[in-house]
């Protein structure tokens, strides 16, 4: 049961990183990326070649760095065309890295994949507790980042970026340098994702193309929705929700007889949808909505305008 | 105050106590002798199709050991399957919840080489034994502990095959159409070699990625410079595709199949008109279909006589030789009764297919030469199957035809 939880620590740790770099890009700047899953994958492979000649350790900041330098090109390519056409670049690129990961097998391995990843701390534990020690670092990295993406969403820099999303002329007529926060923002979602293609790695420690399917892009965007977009508390609730209906969904067969796997299997992806579909009915700004300050919060006389 | 209607909250309340007594009240009420025993099998994605059969035989033949008396001095097989959803990362999740939760003994099923590769470190970490019905050379490749046992022939043993088929059907010039997957691209090699060997001769070898809006260029790239045969080595939605692009270009060249995408347990029949299929061969490892074990397996599926069940009786197997080499080993202790799974499989010994009667050989101290219904189940040190016969078939009028079985 332990490992099992461990496991899903994990896993919600891995969704919560893309979830929360996808929500400085998207919740906080209004950069929609559904590339996202190019960025994860990047960050895995990078950290499994890496990892046996470096460390892991190198390795991972290798990752986040490559991700990180790579949204910086793809904020810039997109500077020429119209916010919207970011979204057309980023699957394009999510495509390419898929199809380069799957081809060029004298690097990547191909459809066969890498397996036998270095785990972190794997030396200074016994094998049982190699499971704990991983969960026990994917928290502290979600931690790190989490108290480091809050930072700098309350900093200037976070209600500079809200302002573009929000409303970019205006921000720019008050002299914000628009494209460059845009890039920043973009390039630090980069990086985060690269270090969750980091975690995948360690976790699974075999990684082939056909782990890093669409799926990945679309959980981001449901955590996000979910948690309420810009908000980096709604997302972590967000992301562990998602997660919790998944696999929670697994036990209904083990209580319940009268429903069998390939029911389920349809019950679980559904009730994930209607899940949603309800959300968005009943509280479309999520279930821990980003706190919106309002004119009258600084002005409690003022009445009527917002 | 009494809300009448079912909120959010309430179904996620209501979800999240089902799973908790899903937890909490499973383990106590089960008897404390049940053996769980665990399965990972596709319900969902693209290989959703083979989940139900494969499902269906391991449950009927569970049933049987059971109502027969079960194991290890009358206790019951307990078996709890997973959807891998056709995705490693929900495989793991799956072999994950099992090994721990359920706390099996085997993890079987496992249809499709990326999900046995994916849950191949956390089994073998476990020390618990892991049953495939994949192909990949690489799930019994390096240290396995001999804790994984192939339930299905290895990529490597199609090649040389699909090169006596169009050996056979007097194709020399050939050209290779293969889908990128770990299943796939271990046959390519192997098939060069036994087709120089057979003085034949492999023009190009085009490869394409799966889940592509379109084939044409690459049906065009290989069909273009008319070889006398292509083997496409394909799973079944890309070959459903490649063969109308194929169809509709009026290509002549013969088209040689794997039964993974030509046949697929009937489902390329249902997916294509019978214009598109007619004159496809297609190989594929297949039960030893005129064995009476095999013909006591359809029946036992409820199928008409003849049945091709590809998959099915794999997991039936599994269970079946899980069964044997427990009650061989005295013990449900994964480690030691792998141990006598060869024990149990190999020649020499008693042929037997009946698994009660085999259990009770087994009980009374006789070696046994268990043959199952997927395959004679016999393995070498590295736990592949041996003795895999291929059946190659020909499809016309929208029917498959048997043309003629390999070894």
Same mark, same amino acid.
């Given at each position: 049961?332990i490992?099992?939880?461990?496991?899903?620590?994990?896993?919600?740790?891995?969704?919560?990183?893309?979830?929360?770099?996808?929500?400085?890009?998207?919740?906080?700047?209004?950069l929609?990326?559904?590339?996202?899953?190019?960025?994860?994958?990047l960050?895995?492979?990078?950290?499994?070649?890496?990892?046996?000649?470096?460390?892991?350790?190198?390795?991972?900041?290798?990752?986040?760095?490559?991700?990180?330098?790579?949204?910086?090109?793809?904020?810039?390519?997109?500077?020429?065309?119209?916010?919207?056409?970011?979204?057309?670049?980023?699957?394009?690129?999510?495509?390419?890295?898929?199809?380069?990961?799957?081809?060029?097998?004298?690097?990547?391995?191909?459809?066969?994949?890498?397996?036998?990843?270095?785990?972190?701390f794997?030396?200074?534990?016994?094998?049982?507790?190699?499971?704990?020690?991983?969960?026990?670092?994917?928290?502290?990295?979600?931690?790190g980042?989490?108290?480091?993406?809050?930072?700098l969403?309350?900093?200037?820099?976070?209600?500079?970026?809200r302002?573009?999303?929000?409303?970019?002329?205006?921000?720019?007529?008050?002299?914000?340098?628009?494209?460059?926060?845009?890039?920043?923002?973009?390039?630090?979602?980069?990086?985060?994702?690269?270090?969750?293609g980091?975690?995948?790695?360690?976790?699974l420690?075999?990684?082939?193309?056909?782990?890093?399917?669409s799926?990945?892009?679309?959980?981001?965007?449901?955590?996000v929705?979910?948690?309420?977009?810009?908000?980096?508390?709604?997302?972590?609730?967000?992301?562990?929700?998602?997660?919790?209906?998944?696999e929670?969904?697994?036990?209904l067969?083990?209580?319940?007889?009268v429903?069998d796997?390939?029911?389920?299997?349809?019950?679980?992806?559904?009730?994930?949808g209607?899940?949603?579909?309800?959300?968005?009915?009943l509280?479309?700004?999520?279930?821990?909505?980003?706190?919106?300050?309002?004119?009258?919060?600084?002005?409690?006389?003022?009445?009527?305008?917002s | 105050?009494?809300?009448?209607?079912?909120?959010?909250?309430?179904?996620?309340?209501?979800?999240?106590?089902?799973?908790?007594?899903?937890?909490?009240?499973?383990?106590?009420?089960?008897?404390?002798?049940e053996?769980?025993?665990?399965?990972?099998?596709?319900?969902?994605?693209?290989?959703?199709?083979?989940?139900?059969?494969?499902?269906?035989?391991?449950?009927?033949?569970?049933?049987?050991?059971?109502?027969g008396?079960?194991?290890?001095?009358g206790?019951?097989?307990?078996?709890?399957?997973?959807?891998?959803?056709?995705?490693?990362t929900?495989?793991?999740?799956?072999?994950?919840k099992?090994?721990?939760?359920?706390?099996?003994?085997?993890?079987?099923?496992?249809?499709?080489?990326?999900?046995?590769?994916?849950?191949?470190?956390?089994?073998?970490?476990?020390?618990?034994?892991?049953?495939?019905?994949?192909?990949?050379?690489?799930?019994?490749?390096?240290?396995?502990?001999?804790l994984?046992?192939?339930?299905?022939?290895?990529?490597?043993?199609?090649?040389?095959? =699909?090169?006596?088929?169009?050996?056979s059907?007097?194709?020399?010039?050939?050209?290779?159409?293969?889908?990128q997957?770990?299943?796939?691209?271990?046959?390519?090699?192997?098939?060069?070699?036994?087709?120089?060997?057979?003085?034949?001769?492999?023009?190009d070898?085009?490869?394409?990625?799966?889940?592509?809006?379109?084939?044409?260029a690459?049906?065009?790239?290989?069909?273009?410079?008319?070889?006398?045969?292509?083997f496409?080595?394909?799973?079944?939605?890309?070959?459903?595709a490649?063969?109308?692009?194929?169809?509709? =270009?009026?290509?002549?060249?013969?088209?040689?199949?794997?039964?993974?995408?030509?046949?697929?347990?009937?489902?390329?029949?249902?997916?294509?008109?019978?214009?598109?299929?007619?004159?496809i061969?297609?190989?594929?490892?297949?039960?030893?279909?005129?064995?009476?074990?095999?013909?006591?397996?359809?029946?036992?599926?409820?199928?008409?006589?003849?049945?091709?069940?590809?998959?099915?009786?794999?997991?039936?197997?599994?269970?079946?030789?899980?069964a044997?080499?427990m009650?061989?080993?005295?013990t449900?202790?994964?480690?030691?009764?792998?141990?006598?799974?060869?024990?149990?499989?190999?020649?020499?010994?008693?042929?037997?297919?009946?698994?009660?009667?085999?259990?009770?050989?087994v009980?009374?101290?006789?070696?046994?030469?268990?043959?199952?219904? =997927?395959?004679?189940?016999?393995?070498?040190?590295?736990g592949?199957?041996l003795?895999?016969?291929?059946?190659?078939?020909?499809?016309?009028? =929208?029917?498959?035809?048997i043309?003629?079985?390999?070894?």
């Amino acid at each position: 049961m332990i490992a099992y939880l461990t496991t899903l620590i994990v896993l919600v740790a891995i969704s919560a990183l893309v979830g929360l770099a996808l929500n400085v890009q998207w919740g906080a700047a209004g950069l929609v990326n559904f590339g996202v899953v190019g960025f994860v994958a990047l960050g895995a492979y990078t950290t499994a070649l890496l990892a046996p000649p470096l460390g892991w350790f190198p390795a991972m900041i290798a990752a986040a760095a490559l991700c990180a330098l790579i949204s910086t090109v793809l904020a810039f390519l997109s500077i020429r065309l119209e916010e919207n056409y970011l979204a057309i670049v980023t699957i394009g690129f999510g495509e390419v890295v898929r199809i380069l990961l799957l081809n060029e097998s004298w690097l990547t391995g191909g459809a066969v994949g890498i397996a036998d990843i270095p785990r972190p701390f794997v030396n200074l534990v016994s094998q049982q507790h190699n499971d704990l020690v991983l969960a026990a670092f994917a928290l502290a990295l979600v931690a790190g980042v989490f108290t480091l993406l809050e930072t700098l969403v309350r900093s200037p820099f976070g209600r500079a970026l809200r302002a573009v999303r929000d409303d970019s002329t205006v921000a720019a007529a008050l002299g914000k340098p628009v494209l460059l926060l845009r890039v920043k923002a973009f390039a630090t979602g980069g990086a985060v994702m690269g270090l969750a293609g980091a975690l995948h790695a360690f976790y699974l420690t075999y990684i082939d193309p056909s782990q890093f399917t669409s799926i990945i892009t679309a959980y981001a965007f449901m955590a996000v929705i979910a948690g309420g977009r810009g908000s980096n508390f709604g997302l972590l609730f967000g992301a562990g929700t998602i997660m919790a209906l998944l696999e929670a969904t697994r036990f209904l067969k083990d209580a319940f007889a009268v429903i069998d796997g390939t029911q389920l299997a349809a019950l679980r992806l559904g009730l994930i949808g209607l899940g949603i579909v309800l959300l968005l009915i009943l509280r479309p700004q999520g279930l821990l909505p980003e706190p919106q300050r309002k004119v009258r919060d600084f002005f409690p006389d003022h009445e009527g305008s917002s | 105050m009494m809300d009448s209607t079912i909120n959010r909250r309430h179904l996620l309340a209501g979800l999240g106590a089902a799973s908790l007594a899903g937890l909490a009240g499973k383990p106590a009420l089960a008897q404390a002798a049940e053996i769980p025993i665990g399965m990972v099998l596709p319900f969902s994605g693209a290989t959703g199709p083979y989940g139900p059969d494969m499902k269906k035989a391991a449950d009927l033949v569970v049933k049987i050991i059971n109502d027969g008396g079960g194991i290890l001095g009358g206790r019951k097989l307990h078996l709890y399957i997973e959807d891998s959803e056709t995705n490693p990362t929900v495989g793991v999740t799956a072999t994950r919840k099992l090994l721990d939760v359920n706390k099996v003994e085997l993890v079987g099923g496992f249809w499709g080489s990326p999900i046995a590769l994916a849950a191949k470190p956390l089994i073998l970490a476990a020390n618990k034994v892991e049953m495939v019905s994949a192909s990949a050379n690489g799930i019994t490749d390096g240290d396995t502990k001999g804790l994984i046992y192939r339930f299905q022939a290895k990529s490597s043993q199609w090649g040389p095959v =699909g090169a006596k088929v169009m050996t056979s059907l007097k194709l020399k010039k050939v050209t290779v159409l293969a889908q990128q997957n770990p299943f796939v691209i271990s046959m390519i090699e192997p098939f060069k070699a036994e087709m120089a060997r057979l003085g034949g001769q492999v023009m190009d070898v085009i490869q394409y990625n799966p889940d592509q809006a379109s084939y044409r260029a690459e049906v065009e790239k290989a069909f273009g410079p008319e070889p006398d045969g292509v083997f496409c080595l394909s799973l079944l939605t890309d070959f459903v595709a490649i063969s109308k692009e194929v169809y509709r =270009g009026g290509f002549k060249s013969k088209v040689l199949g794997l039964g993974t995408g030509a046949d697929a347990d009937g489902a390329y029949l249902k997916s294509v008109t019978p214009e598109v299929a007619e004159g496809i061969h297609h190989l594929q490892p297949a039960p030893p279909m005129d064995s009476a074990a095999y013909k006591k397996f359809v029946k036992l599926m409820g199928a008409p006589e003849g049945t091709a069940f590809l998959f099915a009786g794999n997991t039936h197997d599994q269970v079946c030789v899980t069964a044997l080499a427990m009650e061989h080993a005295k013990t449900q202790e994964a480690a030691v009764w792998v141990k006598s799974i060869r024990e149990v499989c190999n020649p020499p010994g008693e042929e037997v297919d009946d698994i009660l009667k085999a259990l009770e050989m087994v009980r009374a101290g006789k070696k046994i030469n268990f043959v199952g219904a =997927g395959a004679t189940v016999d393995f070498d040190e590295r736990g592949d199957q041996l003795n895999r016969s291929f059946l190659h078939q020909v499809i016309e009028n =929208g029917k498959n035809k048997i043309v003629e079985v390999l070894t």
